[in-house]
């Protein structure tokens, strides 16, 4: 099995045609309830471009054509670079890449098991702790330091990731500014503009707050990355039954259209630049109106998400793998594994939050980081699939051994347990009883726990030159003078 | 008779029937019920039973909107029948609330404000994205007793600790109760940055808020 070449895509949760009845109802909520829009500068574009604009209220009216051309100028395929071309991300078609959870506040303790406030350190030694774990194959802002400037936290993040994985690297930014200076990491990691163009070292990403509004910041950070051409992130996150309506096909309805409406200026902003389609919605509990990250409603909203993206030949970033367990506990285990697995089926390309999140992504953990790789893991072997070949098939040696013989001697046997057909687990315990016993009657969380201290104790990371990390530190220093002052 | 208009007024609300518990109160008014009497002993004790049900997990958060929509359909109608009659409608506390600058998500805040409308208060929701400044000018303007401050972004929660210390600044620290909701918030952060409370849902939000007064 080679992680770094995986396929989903085998689940399809909606018909072909229930996509295009959604496809032409977004239309229709683009064309007649229309999109807010904070930014006049966004507003301008969209207004020149035949949008219907009524100023007073900022919501713009979308036309059918506008969007379905501007769909057709986007790019079907992405190349993500890492430092590590090995670790490149190619989002296309149904392949399948897992990323860690993005920005909890809080932290575990590894070594008291409390929880506490995350900080700068943390990023470092999280970024390290991915670096190290096969089957999460990117990084995407895993921190939120709360001892740095608030104004930029994701410049510090991101630096601190650079510094400590070759793994591809994502983020969002919370400032017009903020997103400018993360292309310009990208760029300074890359070697320049040109090379970025070649091999662009950064995606950020940028949401619409729901129901149908696009906040001013991030309008005005995507038209700016647009521009430049660094790759964006376009989604929204609509929570069933709060933010978004309560039946999962309207929640998936007003996501695409969100969604829609910020490709749409991607591109009028700057044709076939490079665009991932994004999904993030789940529900809320209606109980108490709480985002329910864990449900199982996520990876089936997700999973049609991504089936809309591929009716669209887009790119696609998805969510799947949360839980709203405080413990790495068998909560946190079904949660995770469903979700992820729908996902993943469906073919997300770049699936984030897949790992390391409890407590409704607010606080992230070393141990369920490790647990969650051997999840990701099993799941990166059932989309290796079945294979079927004459050799698969083993006709053959079935009859070789022929009735009440047995297979475990044969060199077809060895082959092919060498050569990855059945996951080994990492971490997960088959053995007897009295094994486990006497190997001292470890619990998961305990061996991920001890997992994790031994990665951060001996992993290296491949530095990055001197003048790299000389001008990343600049790009941060300039930040502090001026808008983050 | 005045009995029986109280339980339907208590009726129609847990029914959350907006149209029937407008035509409760227009009945009770002609037939000269105490206008106040059905605000607190029909309309808030209905939504106070809704309150715990909610609390308890016991009915959804739909019903508690829907419910609170009803009461105020029925106070519409009663609140100008108590001024005729030179009452007023006493309200528990002046709240203000607001997302704070940088935040543009309201679901919370809106949550808050409703439940605190339905439980008594005089709400002052000035909206999202809003900087410490506005929201002082806003307090003093409405002579606010307590001050929320909702964040959903993790980014934006340091505006709670900046607000905290303008009020210091300005001296005016003692004059308002702050607290603080939102998802990543915790009862940490707010003794961290000397807020006077934290609630984690907005049924807490009310019994912090009654608890802070004293009401």
């Not at chain 1, 930014?173 to 040109?194: H, I, N, P």
């Not at chain 1, 996902?343 to 992230?364: M, P, R, T």
């Amino acid at each position: 099995m080679d992680p770094w070449n995986l396929k989903g895509g085998q689940l399809k949760i909606l018909s072909q045609s229930e996509i295009e009845k959604i496809h032409q109802q977004a239309l229709d909520v683009l064309q007649e309830v229309g999109c807010f829009f904070e930014s006049l500068e966004a507003l301008d574009v969209l207004e020149k471009n035949g949008a219907m604009v009524d100023h007073s209220i900022r919501v713009v009216k979308l036309t059918r054509n506008m969007v379905e051309i501007s769909l057709k100028l986007c790019p079907s395929s992405m190349l993500l670079a890492a430092r590590n071309p090995k670790q490149d991300i190619h989002a296309e078609g149904d392949r399948v890449y897992f990323g860690p959870g993005t920005l909890p506040v809080k932290v575990s303790d590894l070594e008291t098991g409390k929880v506490r406030m995350g900080t700068l350190q943390d990023c470092r030694d999280f970024a390290r702790l991915i670096d190290a774990l096969e089957f999460i194959h990117f990084f995407k802002f895993m921190i939120t330091p709360q001892d740095v400037n608030p104004k930029i936290p994701e410049l510090y993040a991101v630096d601190a990731a650079y510094n400590n994985t070759t793994k591809q690297i994502s983020s969002t930014s919370f400032s017009r500014e903020g997103a400018m200076d993360l292309y310009r990491m990208g760029v300074a990691v890359a070697g320049g503009e040109e090379a970025f163009m070649e091999r662009p070292m950064i995606i950020v990403n940028m949401l619409a707050v729901s129901p149908l509004q696009w906040s001013k910041v991030n309008l005005e950070a995507i038209m700016d990355l647009a521009k430049v051409g660094c790759p964006l992130i376009i989604g929204s996150e609509p929570q069933g039954g709060t933010t978004g309506p309560a039946p999962l096909a309207g929640q998936v309805l007003l996501n695409v259209a969100e969604t829609l409406a910020g490709i749409t200026l991607v591109q009028l902003i700057k044709p076939n630049a490079p665009v991932m389609w994004g999904n993030v919605g789940s529900i809320s509990d209606m109980r108490s109106g709480l985002f329910a990250s864990g449900a199982v409603e996520l990876g089936m909203v997700n999973a049609a998400m991504n089936q809309m993206a591929k009716f669209y030949r887009l790119p696609t970033y998805s969510t799947g793998g949360m839980s709203d367990s405080k413990i790495p506990d068998a909560q946190a285990g079904v949660e995770k594994s469903l979700q992820a697995l729908l996902v993943a089926l469906a073919g997300g390309n770049y699936i984030h939050d897949a790992a390391g999140l409890l407590e409704c992504c607010l606080l992230a953990s070393h141990e369920q980081y490790v647990i969650d790789n051997e999840m990701l893991g099993m799941i990166c072997r059932i989309l290796d699939g079945i294979r079927v070949t004459p050799d698969t098939l083993s006709f053959d040696q079935i009859k070789q051994v022929g009735p009440r013989g047995n297979f475990m001697g044969l060199r077809h046997t060895l082959h092919h347990v060498r050569s990855g057909e059945h996951y080994l687990p990492r971490l997960f315990d088959r053995n007897t009883r009295d094994t486990w016993i006497s190997r001292g009657s470890k619990d998961i969380r305990e061996i991920a726990r001890q997992k994790a201290k031994e990665i951060l104790a001996t992993h290296q990371v491949e530095p990055l030159p001197q003048e790299v990390q000389d001008e990343l530190t600049a790009i941060i220093r300039r930040a502090e003078e001026t808008y983050a002052k | 008779m005045s009995e029986e208009i109280l339980k339907q007024l208590r009726e129609t609300i847990l029914e959350m029937d907006d149209a029937k518990v407008q035509d409760v109160a227009r009945k009770g008014i002609a037939q000269g019920v105490d206008p106040l009497e059905m605000i607190n002993k029909g309309i808030r004790a209905a939504l106070e039973v809704m309150g715990d049900r909610f609390a308890t997990g016991n009915i959804f958060l739909p019903e508690m909107m829907l419910a609170a929509k009803a009461a105020d359909a029925a106070v519409a109608i009663l609140e100008p029948e108590l001024l005729r009659s030179g009452g007023t409608n006493q309200k528990l506390g002046r709240f203000l609330i607001a997302a704070v600058k940088g935040d543009i998500h309201d679901i919370g805040k809106n949550i808050v404000s409703l439940l605190m409308k339905s439980s008594g208060f005089e709400v002052f929701d000035i909206g999202v994205d809003k900087s410490s400044e506005e929201i002082l000018e806003a307090a003093k303007a409405n002579q606010a007793e307590v001050i929320g401050l909702s964040a959903l972004l993790t980014t934006t929660m340091p505006r709670m600790r900046e607000f905290i210390e303008l009020l210091q600044e300005s001296g005016l620290r003692d004059k308002y109760k702050v607290i603080l909701g939102g998802a990543p918030v915790s009862q940490e952060f707010a003794d961290a940055i000397g807020a006077d409370g934290y609630a984690a849902d907005a049924t807490r939000a009310v019994e912090l808020i009654r608890r802070l007064l004293a009401r």
